[in-house]
């Protein structure tokens, strides 16, 4: 039996990439909660949002009175508590070494 490096390489590629994009969307939405409450908003019309429009629709649903810039600021600084979080709970997400 030949050991084919092509098709090795070929599914650490979709393995990593499929534990990358669950990372980043489980990122995403724990953000999203963390905003919602941060600023009293009903969670479930964000995520709803999110999963019917898009993450700027989501982004939209904060109120407006807080300026482009402050939600900006606020979800950047959420994002990375929910990293953090996710990091403690599910482990780190960087790619495992081949070798």
Known sequence: MVWDL??????????ESGRLIDFEFRETVRTLKLMARAFDVDESGVLGALVEHGFEAALSAFPEMLGEETREAVCLRLRGDARQMLIRERGDP???RLG
């Open 6 to 15: 092509r098709r090795a390489l070929l599914r650490k590629e979709e393995f």
């Open 94 to 96: 960087t790619p495992y």
